[in-house]
């Protein structure tokens, strides 16, 4: 039995993406108790911050070798970009009092931003090469997820 590489592991988050429906929605939902639990114990939204920079860079490398292998410009099973794009979504929430309803806001727009891909996301995703195209389109929903669920959640909505 062959070993998996190293950058498939990171790339599918341990096998997450190997799921057969909904790997990104999957990931998303995984990715925002643990997000929650970093802003409460883990240096709040400066922390939230910092792991999805974290998860940034090890899924631009690993994706970029994802992809080398498998050939596909966007696989479905990387979805370390999920967990980057939604942490950063909630890094945004993060700041002050951790408010469950507006992590919960941050959760939904990001995953319409990811699924829909207006502009910018779309951009990033179709002129972006390799592990940077995989990543970047998350990034930007998370960012712009973020600055909508911080407005929502700033002006109580």
């Known amino acids: 039995m062959t070993m998996p590489r190293a950058s498939a592991v990171i790339s599918t988050v341990f096998g997450i993406g190997y799921?057969?429906?909904?790997?990104?929605?999957?990931?998303?939902?995984?990715a925002l108790p643990l997000g929650?639990?970093?802003?409460?114990y883990g240096g709040g939204a400066l922390g939230l911050l910092g792991a999805a920079l974290i998860a940034?860079?090890?899924?631009?490398?690993?994706?970029?070798?994802?992809v080398r292998a498998t050939g596909?410009?966007?696989p479905s099973e990387c979805v370390i970009d999920e967990l980057a794009g939604q942490w950063l979504a909630s890094a945004f929430v993060a700041w002050g009092t951790?408010?469950?309803p507006a992590f919960f806001v941050s959760f939904i727009l990001f995953r319409v931003f990811d699924i829909w891909k207006p502009w910018p996301v779309s951009w990033a995703e179709e002129k972006l090469p390799g592990g940077w195209g995989v990543?970047?389109?998350d990034i930007v929903a998370g960012l712009m997820a973020g600055v909508l669920s911080f407005i929502a959640h700033y002006y109580g909505v």
Do not use: E, K, R, Y
């Open 98 to 100: 951790v408010s469950l």
């Open 19 to 30: 799921f057969p429906q909904a790997q990104g929605t999957i990931m998303s939902a995984i």
């Open 56 to 66: 940034l860079v090890l899924g631009v490398v690993a994706c970029a070798d994802h």
């Open 135 to 137: 990543m970047m389109d």
């Open 36 to 40: 929650i639990l970093i802003a409460m």
């Open 72 to 74: 596909n410009p966007d």
